[in-house]
């Protein structure tokens, strides 16, 4: 089983749309959570950290689930620009390594 | 603003060849990381390294080995290029600590033929 682990996708919304992303983990010694973007042939770039509480940062709203071992990534009125695979990151306690999942691909149409 | 540097964006290379990935930090960050990226496979960590001349093995350092001699920079070292050595190859770096984020450079494209 893998550690983190995403739907592929491709998740096709049309502009305006509201899509959400979840993402598991299987390591219950994770203590920290990230989302990532990456653009189509560019480095990945943090998107938003996931705090236990959730957080929200502009359109997008981050959701943590401890019990179920689930993150989850919602935004709201897509646009264009929010085309690009998102990944899910976990780090593991007492180390600086992330583990990332293999990426929920979205494309916001016109 | 973070920048990671690597030297090359396409590299390509002969099976067989000592393939050199050079990775340059600027923001004093202790943690620097190589990672190869595959379709499918996501992003898999070969090496990284905590300080100046330490390295610790990833999930599949086979068939590479790294150096850092100085801490601003992290080369990964392909001894002997093979065929399926063939990928997007991403360093990063990370201040030490659980939050930090790690910052990627652009990545290089090597093709082993």
């Known amino acids: 089983r893998k550690e983190v682990e995403q739907d592929p996708g491709p998740f096709n919304v049309p502009e305006g749309a509201t899509v959400a992303f979840n993402c598991t983990y299987s390591?219950?010694?994770?203590?920290?959570f990230f989302w990532y973007r990456q653009d189509c042939r560019k480095e990945p770039k943090l998107l938003m950290s996931v705090y236990s509480s959730g957080n929200e940062d502009g359109r997008f709203t981050a959701q943590l689930n401890r019990a179920s071992q689930y993150i989850s990534l919602l935004i709201r009125d897509s646009k264009l620009s929010d085309s690009a695979t998102y990944l899910c990151?976990?780090?593991?306690?007492?180390?600086?390594?992330?583990?990332f999942g293999t990426g929920t691909r979205l494309q916001v149409f016109p | 603003d973070v920048k990671v540097t690597q030297s090359s964006r396409y590299l390509v290379k002969r099976t067989g060849e000592k393939v050199f990935l050079e990775c340059v930090q600027d923001?004093?960050?202790?943690?620097m990381f190589w990672y190869r990226q595959d379709p499918g496979l996501g992003l898999r960590l070969i090496y990284f390294s905590y300080d100046v001349k330490m390295k610790e093995k990833g999930d599949i350092p086979e068939g590479y080995s790294v150096s850092r001699e100085k801490k601003e920079r992290f080369s990964l070292i392909l001894e002997s290029a093979s065929t399926n050595q063939t990928s997007m190859y991403l360093c990063?770096?990370?201040?030490?600590?659980?939050?930090?984020?790690?910052?990627f450079g652009a990545g290089t494209r090597l093709s082993v033929l």
């Open positions: 390591n219950s010694a994770s203590q920290s």
């Open positions: 990063a770096s990370s201040f030490k600590g659980a939050r930090n984020i790690q910052y």
């Open positions: 923001m004093d960050h202790e943690n």
């Open positions: 990151v976990v780090n593991m306690r007492n180390t600086d390594k992330l583990i």
